[in-house]
Structures are given as structure tokens and as C-alpha cells.
């Protein structure tokens, strides 16, 4: 029995070294409180699925409302209107060989075949880790934001800028900018994981800054192609984040829900 005892106290052990911060829902916080009242709702797989749609969808109203508001209103207020169409036609009147490369790298890097290629191959060493939940979080924060996003093309047509575009996609999807959403959400979650292991605040401060070196890039490659205004941007900016917190959420959710299987094997 002693034996037994030590080995279930190192399985333990490990398991908590192997844990990561910001997955695990805290009581000393609303948002982790929140998590752990929704790991109640059953298996961990299911309390899981439940918040990742209750998520999407809350997330992709949040989008559409926000779409409205910066199509609608804020893209034809005196000021504003007129500098965010002037940027995309700065930067067309402006382009080089060089910069116009520089651009489509900064579209390959968050684009459709390269970060399903990052986020598959991150999940897939964390499978043959036995590290579920990381998995999930690296396929979900990806799938949360194109989920959210499709929703939100469906419903918000916007023009694309009215300037030469470099590349041939539907004129009427200007908001938001799935690549700029896509980058956070992919390069982003992989930054917030290694900080929330990482002690180093060298190592977290080099992280973070490269986080959000990305995004920028993204974003100033799709403006300069010709593809999205501004505020389209930030729209998109503001969905990849939101992608972000809808994973944590279910992840801390379904982590909970284990914690009370585990918890109620024990008794």
C-alpha cells in the first residue's frame, strides 16, 4: 500500500510540472471561478465541446456587432472615415518589388496552408505527449477563429479599399481580416502558452514582443495588397484575441471537470 501510495504521489507530481498556468481554471480569479462552476456541466470532452460553441457563437456576435459599428458608422465619420481609406492608397502608391515581396510573405505566414501546417504539427507533439488539452488548445484556437469569422464574412459585406489589389478574393469580405485574426490566434497562443511555463522575464518580454511584431506584420502586408482598411484590421486584431480567450476558457472548463472526476475516482 505504501508503494502504491508513492506512485500515485509521483504520477501527481508530474502531472502538476507538466500542467500549464493558463490552462488550469483559478479560484482566485472571476474568469477561472467562472470555468470551474462549468466543469460541473459533466465529462471533460463534452464540457469542452459545450464551451467551444457557446463560444464561437457568442464570439462571432461580438464580431458582427463590431463589424456594424466600424462599417456603418465609425468608416464614414468625418476624420476617421477619410484616413482609414487613405492608408491603403499611401501604401499602393508607394509600392517596390521588395516591399510588394515583403507583403506576400507576410501573407504566406498567416495564411491558409501555412498555420493549419504550425498548429497540426504542435498538437501532434502534444498528442505523443499525452498532453490532451495543449493539443486542443493548439487546433481550437485555430478553428474557434475561423469559425467566428466565417459567421461573421456571411453576414458584414464590406468593399474591399478601392486601390489595384494584388491578389483575386471576394471584393465584398474586407471585414474583418481573417489573416491578421488567424496570425494572433495561432502565434499568439503559442507565445501565451510558453510564457505561462516560462519564468525567464528575458525569454517572456523577447516572447511577447515577437507576438506582437506578427500581427503588425500581417496586417501592414494585407493593407499594402490592397486587401483591408485599417479599422478591417483591428476588427480582425480584436476576433483573434477573442478566439484566444474562448479556448482558454474551455480549457480551464474541461480542466476543472477532470479535476472533479478525479477527485470523485479518489473517494
Known sequence: LMTLGRM???RSAAHRRSRIPVLE???AKRFGRFAFATGRLGHPALVFFISVV???LLLAACSMGLGFLLTHELSHAPGLGSANRHVDEWLAARRTPDRTEA???GSIVAGGVVLPIVAGVFALG???RRRWRVAAFGVFALAVESGAY???TLVIHEHRPR????EQLPVDASYPSGHTAASIAVYGGLVLLLTSKVENRVVRAVAWAVAAAIPVYVGLSRMYRGMHYPLDVMGGALLGIGALCVVVFACQASGAAADRREQGGNR
Request: contains cysteine; hydrophobic residues 50%; proline residues 0%.
Open 163 to 166: 486601390v489595384h489589389r494584388l
Open 103 to 105: 507583403s506576400l510573405i
Open 54 to 56: 457557446a463560444g464561437v
Open 150 to 152: 466565417r459567421v461573421t
Open 126 to 128: 502534444c498528442l505523443v
Open 25 to 27: 481554471a483559478s479560484g
Open 8 to 10: 500515485r504521489a509521483r
